[in-house]
Each structure stands twice: as C-alpha cells, then as structure tokens.
T-cell receptor, first 113, second 116 residues
Framework: TQLLEQSPQFLSIQEGENLTVYCNSSSVFSSLQWYRQEPGEGPVLLVTVVTGGEVKKLKRLTFQFGDARKDSSLHITAAQPGDTGLYLCAGVSRGSTLGRLYFGRGTQLTVWP | GAVVSQHPSRVICKSGTSVKIECRSLDFQATTMFWYRQFPKQSLMLMATSNEGSKATYEQGVEKDKFLINHASLTLSTLTVTSAHPEDSSFYIC????????????FGSGTRLTVV
C-alpha cells in the first residue's frame, strides 16, 4: 500500500507548456518535501512545506500544501527541457518516531524542445 | 549546506561476494540514517532506518542478514550486501537527518551495484 499517491507517473510535454503533479494521501503529514532526481544521482531537495495551506514558489515552480496537510501539488509554468527529471514527493507522517520519509511513486517528466 | 558523501558510486562484484557501501555526513551529525533501494524509473524504497549506536530497524520484507547496516558514529553508516546475487543489482541511496529543527533529509549520490 502506497501511503502517498503521486500522479501522473509519466508526463511528456513540449517546452513552454504548464504542468501539475499531485501527491495525495489519507494520512496527515507533519511536513512534505519535493525532490528532483537525475539518472544515477541521489534526489535533490526542492522545497519543504510544513504549514497547511502553505504556498511556496521557486522561480517557475509553485508548491502547495493542502489545508489538512494530506496532499500537495507541484506546478511548473512554461516548462523547459532542463526541467526533465524524476520528481518525487515525500512526507514525514505525523507522529512518526523514527522520522521515516514516505515517498510517492514519482513522476517522470520529459520536456521536449 | 548539509552534504552527504556516499561511495563507491559504482561497484561491480561477483556473485557470492560481499560489498560495503559507505555513507558519511560531512558537515553535520547524522543521528538517523536511512537506506533506500531504487529500481530504474521507480521511486525510492526504504530498506532500513538506523540510529547511531543502536540496531537498525528494517522494513518488512528486507532481509536483515543479507543487508547489514552499521551506524557506529554520528557521521558514518555502512550498508553491506552479503553473498550478493544478480537480483541484488540495484541503485542504493543513503539519506541522513541531523539534530535540531531540520526538516530536510540530505541524500547521498547513490551507489550503482552490479552483481555478475
């Protein structure tokens, strides 16, 4: 059972298009992170959201944490080929004593020039 | 920023041998380290969580005797794949979390293990 449902799994778009990746759960998270991973490398943290309803912007990337802290979204405006990669959402379940980070299945994004 | 060094980045070993992968936190003390396994185009699968000085907590389905984890200091954790088989070939990634008000988990760059 996947604690975090991430969609879509694959996304192939043209340069300049907008896209949104969703991360949903029935569980409450104390924090949620978004990562980007290149082939053969470890994930790189993009953002951490902590407060319900929080919105964070990182250049063309907008991250939102749901009011109930059960879901999050990543929106990319005017995607560029350099945005290509595996995007992962991950959350720390509220009450977790070990601080286990639960990952979604990932979204493989390909942006064509 | 926080840096985690993982090595080797690539290793090829013969079936039946053991391989050790190291994960070091370079500029912070990692009270907790996590080991993940990742298959091509898939997400990270948590294998085990280790706290410095105590036994690792393994996820269901992960063989403790096959994947030995040692977290002997606040800056070093090792994963040893014992009696490796071709099906153990995968991308292994470590992650470290420090003390204090840290929400982020710093990841190593991964180790590509190929068992032949």
């Amino acid at each position: 059972t996947q604690l975090l449902e991430q969609s879509p799994q694959f996304l192939s778009i043209q340069e300049g298009e907008n896209l949104t990746v969703y991360c949903n759960s029935s569980s409450v998270f104390s924090s949620l992170q978004w990562y980007r991973q290149e082939p053969g490398e470890g994930p790189v943290l993009l953002v951490t959201v902590v407060t319900g309803g929080e919105v964070k912007k990182l250049k063309r990337l907008t991250f939102q944490f749901g009011d109930a802290r059960k879901d999050s979204s990543l929106h990319i405006t005017a995607a560029q080929p350099g945005d290509t990669g595996l995007y992962l959402c991950a959350g720390v379940s509220r009450g977790s004593t070990l601080g286990r980070l639960y990952f979604g299945r990932g979204t493989q994004l390909t942006v064509w020039p | 920023g926080a840096v985690v060094s993982q090595h080797p980045s690539r290793v090829i070993c013969k079936s039946g041998t053991s391989v050790k992968i190291e994960c070091r936190s370079l500029d912070f003390q990692a009270t907790t380290m996590f080991w993940y396994r990742q298959f091509p185009k898939q997400s990270l699968m948590l294998m085990a969580t280790s706290n410095e000085g105590s036994k690792a907590t393994y996820e269901q389905g992960v063989e403790k005797d096959k994947f030995l984890i040692n977290h002997a200091s606040l800056t070093l954790s090792t994963l040893t794949v014992t009696s490796a088989h071709p099906e153990d070939s995968s991308f292994y990634i470590c992650s470290a979390r420090g003390t204090g008000a840290r929400y982020g988990y710093t990841f190593g760059s991964g180790t590509r293990l190929t068992v032949v």
